[in-house]
């Protein structure tokens, strides 16, 4: 091993000798949750930066100890360590050749809130957003919040010394640690509680004190060497460091300074775990202001917003000041649509300045202050929190939107954060503006403004052949323009791999001197984070970006936005790490499978790093049938979460259908394929003869045998065939149809039809009271869905073009297409069109995009024809729902209604009708075949208690379930022994008196 260069001894692929040595080493000294396997390395490889640098070895430790026992093994065998939290660091500061220490797995917990002390002791994987629950009962809150706060966790926030966009209130993490406790690469344990509160010589090994004598220093410990180093640097330090509130870049010794009492405590934070391991810390908690009310300044542009902070924030006392400008409400329309564009003030460059008072008049009078003196072109107060929250959402999701151009380009970090003293920053961004187009990159900046701070990700040309170049040339001239401004290459995130080689731009040869000394003081071996700070890794080194090439070949699926590549696809995961958040309370769903298991295996991030492995081919080395690739898909839902909330459009629904269709093209499936996937078919051979085969289904031999065959879980009920079908009960009642009224046609689902008929009849008799002619599609028909989500994709490419013939003319005759199930819905708005164009060649400006395949043109017209059934009602003139005034209500929207559909319509209706609704976030666990799969029953059961379970517990009696999903349906009955309801039976008739065909039509398991 070199640590010195964090180069490993070992190869990249597969499970290297030197991976099992040190895996063996640290299991004998007592770690028990550890790997060395492929998969695990493959999941830590990255964090949200550029790089690629693939482990030996991921260490989950579950106390101190086990952490001193891995600085130990890792001493002894001279192998690298890396701390990692949740690994949000954009730099690369949380990768690593050796052994990652992930802290969040096991130390993640708040061990004590003391509301007199206003203080929060913490062990260091715990995430932010959890010290604010802990926090929030005695009115008082952790200051910093970066934006990454529902994920990133206090030991990471401690590295990096992160911030976020109420700095100017709250300053930086360093200034808000009162205690810090440590190891040194050495091992011994430092407590650090204050300005020149320890004496040097104090530190002792865990349980043993008086630990004297490590390696390069003279008496047992970093203090004295780390001493003279400070006395000996003091004109440097005082003229170089701590210059402005954002300096991020390098090791912060203005702490050391006499005058501020020798804090090592602080002068720690920010050291990119180089220095020391932080196993606890005790944090400053700060009183959370009662009212807030936000200012939206507009201006001419960004530059011209920029010029107006010194003044602002010389006027006034703000909470924030954060800039943006048209690029990122590009990327939001471009991303979500029209709709999600906010109507900000007339300009193109705007400031969001937030400021607090007592009550919400007192913020609000002090917004209208900054608004008069903002004298830019336009300007809004807004007091109501919800419409500041969606406005502060777009700036919190800039990083993740910000991934892409607004043309879809990718758009990396790299000059992610640098920052300038504010009076600078106009003119910095006007100067750093004429720098882009010298070499033809574009970006979305947006920043903290108030403190100078500018966040920027670049179209940096990774994919050609001078990709590298053009990265390094930029970077370097960037660091010189930074460094004439006085600024830092790093405002927040710190230098990680991204900026350490570009320190010596902006510091001089004795400040670096200062810093190599310290490193030395603490870390003599060079054990700590290596590349990182001294002795850099070249900063166009183990680019991920560039370590991956096209896969376009015999593809299922279209990528039509990634130019038919699925490389392409899969590397859209820039690692923000959105999906590791539990934003169920918020409404959020993604990703169910992680929230239950909090394994990075089971993310929607870990996934994409799997397959991202899988498509470079060193370490995940067996292509589409690579066991880690299996491993990682287990537990994904498939419930397109991701597709609309990854802020980077990740769409791992998508990739699992390909690669279940890869893995098996031509070889045996699992059984659950043949049984669930081809649910349709076998649910029509039933209909023929319902009564015997729900006889036989529930007698206890052949129902076992059932589902053994059909590889159901023993613990899942079988869903029992309805008397009559859906189609025969509207064939033997075609004659009372109503003939008049606007004609729709009712998607005849293979759920509604075979098992809950009563929906389609609810459905019938709401829409006909709406004043329309339903119809039904003259042959039975099917989505697909099943098919498509097992990974069948030829059969159902053949099913859907069966199934968009019939559809089509409808469509095209301007005759809405209504769905009642969701998720066969959403696959004709949206897994249709592509499932049925071809993956072409790559996209470039002029040339056509992927290729159409038959059916592609139905596809799309049937596509646009597609409505719920709360969208096709709020187009009925005149219609007027039930009135459910008071009814309470709890909804949980069927997780393809979150991503694809949409479920405002539904929302609106609802209220329109009077209901008491309360909507639930996440996902019911069940998600088509997956609960039902051998195997998945745990991980289903464990997502339905996140959200669905708790509300239903806690629902007053009479409380209606409204559930469209036959799988939302099915996991109520069989795990809360409850009847849900799909919309059109609410709508048909008042709750209480529901259509006598609303039943439970699971039977329990034995
Ligand atoms: C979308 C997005 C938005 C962001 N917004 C902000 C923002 O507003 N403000 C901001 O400051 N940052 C922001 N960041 C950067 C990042 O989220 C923060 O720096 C965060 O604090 C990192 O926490 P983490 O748990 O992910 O740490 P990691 O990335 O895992 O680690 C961060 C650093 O700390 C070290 N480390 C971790 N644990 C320990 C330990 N126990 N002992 C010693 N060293 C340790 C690591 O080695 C690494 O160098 C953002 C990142 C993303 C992706
Ligand atoms: S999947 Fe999306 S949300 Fe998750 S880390 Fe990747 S880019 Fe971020
Ligand atoms: S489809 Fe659902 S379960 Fe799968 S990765 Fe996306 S959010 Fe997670």
Request: net charge positive.
């Amino acid at each position: 091993m070199t640590p010195a260069t964090g180069q490993p001894r070992a190869t990249a692929s597969g499970r290297s000798g030197a991976s099992a040595e040190v895996a063996a080493a640290l299991r004998k000294a007592g770690l028990a949750d550890l790997s060395d396997g492929v998969l695990e390395r493959a999941l830590y490889s990255s964090d949200a930066s550029l790089y690629r640098v693939v482990p030996m070895v991921v260490a989950h430790p579950r106390d101190t100890d086990e952490v001193a026992a891995v600085l130990a093994v890792c001493r002894a065998l001279g192998v690298p360590l890396t701390c990692r939290g949740a690994g949000t660091s954009i730099a690369g500061n949380a990768v690593g050749t050796g052994v990652v220490l992930d802290f969040s797995r096991h130390l993640n917990e708040v061990v004590e809130v003391s509301p007199h002390a206003r203080s929060a002791t913490v062990q260091p994987g715990t995430v932010q957003a959890q010290v604010q629950r802990a926090a929030a009962p005695f009115g008082l809150r952790f200051g910093p919040d970066p934006s990454s706060h529902n994920r990133c966790t206090i030991g990471g926030m401690i590295g990096n010394n992160a911030c976020g966009s109420r700095s100017l209130a709250y300053g930086r993490t360093s200034g808000n640690v009162e205690v810090l406790e440590v190891l040194t690469a050495a091992g011994g344990a430092l407590r650090l509680t204050g300005p020149g509160a320890l004496p040097p010589g104090t530190e002792h090994g865990p349980g043993q004190p008086g630990r004297a004598g490590e390696r390069g220093t003279p008496d047992g410990g970093p203090l004295p060497l780390l001493r003279e180093a400070v006395a000996g640097g003091l004109a440097t330090i005082r003229t170089e460091l701590g210059r402005f509130g954002r300096q991020i870049s390098g090791y912060g010794l203005e702490h050391l300074l006499p005058e501020r009492g020798f804090d090592v405590r602080r002068a720690l934070v920010g050291s990119e775990g180089t220095l020391a391991v932080v196993t606890g810390a005790t944090v400053r908690l700060v009183p959370e202001p009662g009212h807030r009310a936000l200012a939206v300044l507009g201006y001419q542009d960004m530059a011209s917003a920029a010029d107006a902070v010194p003044g602002l924030v010389a006027r006034h006392r703000l909470a924030a000041c954060e800039g943006l400008d048209s690029r990122i409400l590009d990327v939001v329309t471009a991303r979500r649509g029209p709709g999600a564009r906010p109507a900000l003030p007339r300009g193109s460059g705007w400031l969001f300045v937030e400021v607090t008072g007592e009550s919400a008049a007192e913020a609000t009078a002090r917004a209208g202050e900054v608004v008069s003196a903002a004298g830019g072109t336009d300007a809004m107060v807004i007091s109501d929190p919800r419409h500041a929250a969606a406005l502060w959402r777009v700036r919190e999701d800039g990083a993740g939107l910000a991934g892409r151009t607004a043309d879809g380009r990718p758009a990396y970090p790299g000059w992610e954060d640098s920052a300038v003293p504010p009076a600078s920053l106009g003119n910095y961004l006007r100067e750093l503006g004429a720098l882009l187009g010298e070499f033809g990159l574009t970006g979305v900046p947006y920043g903290h403004f108030g403190d100078g701070c500018l966040h920027l990700r670049l179209d940096f040309p990774l994919d050609r052949r001078d990709g590298r170049t053009v990265l390094r040339s930029f970077m370097t001239e960037a660091a010189r323009l930074v460094a004439r401004y006085g600024g830092s290459l790093s405002g927040e995130h710190g230098d990680g791999r991204s900026r350490s080689e570009l320190l010596p731009i902006m510091y001089s040869a004795p400040a670096l001197d200062l810093f190599r000394r310290v490193k030395t003081a603490f870390d003599p071996d060079n054990l700590l984070n290596p590349g990182v700070l001294v002795d850099p890794r070249p900063l166009d080194a183990d680019l991920r970006a560039s370590a991956f090439h096209p896969v376009r070949q015999s593809l299922a699926l279209a990528y039509r936005h990634d130019g038919g590549d699925f490389a392409a696809a899969v590397h859209r995961c820039s690692g923000v790490g959105k999906c590791l958040a539990d934003t169920t309370a918020a409404g959020g769903v993604m990703c169910p499978s992680y929230v239950a298991t909090r394994n990075e295996r089971d993310s929607t991030r870990g996934r994409a790093r799997v397959l991202q492995e899988m498509v470079n081919g060193t370490l995940v080395t067996g292509g589409w049938r690579a066991p880690e690739v299996g491993k990682a898909l287990e537990l994904c839902l498939a419930c397109k979460a991701c597709s609309s909330e990854c802020p980077a459009g990740v769409d791992m629904a998508a990739y699992k259908a390909e690669v279940l269709h890869q893995a098996y093209r031509r070889r045996l499936r699992p059984r659950s394929h043949y049984a669930l996937g081809w649910l349709p078919s076998w649910a029509r051979a039933a209909s023929y003869l319902p009564g015997l085969v729900n006889a036989a289904l529930v007698a206890h031999f052949p129902g076992r045998a059932a589902r053994f065959a059909a590889g159901i879980d023993a613990r899942r009920g079988l869903p029992a065939f309805a008397p009559r079908t859906f189609r025969a009960w509207y064939a033997a009642h075609a004659g009372q149809r109503a003939s008049g009224g606007t004609p729709a046609l009712l998607l005849v689902d293979t759920f509604t039809n075979h098992f809950d008929p009563a929906v389609g009849i609810a459905a019938v008799g709401v829409l006909e009271d709406a004043g329309f002619s339903v119809r039904i599609p003259r042959r039975r028909i099917c989505c697909a869905i099943t098919w498509i989500s097992t990974g069948q994709l030829g059969v159902a490419r053949r099913v859907l073009r069966r199934t968009l013939a019939e559809l089509a003319p409808a469509a095209r005759a301007g005759i809405p297409v209504v769905g009642l199930e969701p998720s066969c819905t959403a696959a004709l708005r949206s897994d249709s069109v592509d499932l049925l164009t071809t993956a072409g060649p790559p996209r470039t400006a002029g040339a056509p995009g992927p290729a159409a395949r038959p059916g592609a043109a139905d596809a799309k017209a049937v596509a646009g024809a597609v409505h719920t059934l709360a969208e096709i009602l709020a187009t009925a003139p005149g219609w007027e729902p039930p009135d459910l005034t008071g009814t309470p209500i709890v909804a949980q929207p069927h997780c393809h209604h979150s991503a694809v559909l949409g479920w405002d319509a539904d929302a609106a209706l609802l209220r329109r009708a009077g209901a008491d609704l309360t909507r639930v976030g996440g996902c019911c666990g069940l998600a088509g075949n997956f609960g039902a799969e051998r195997g998945h029953y745990d991980v289903s059961v464990a997502v339905a208690e996140t959200a669905l379970l708790p509300a239903v517990r806690s629902a007053a009696p009479g409380t209606v379930l409204l559930a469209d999903g036959f799988s939302c349906r099915t996991q109520l009955s069989g795990l809360a022994g409850r009847t849900g309801v799909h919309l059109a039976q609410l709508l048909a008739r008042k709750p209480g008196s529901l259509p006598d065909g609303t039943r439970n039509p699971w039977r329990h398991g034995r």
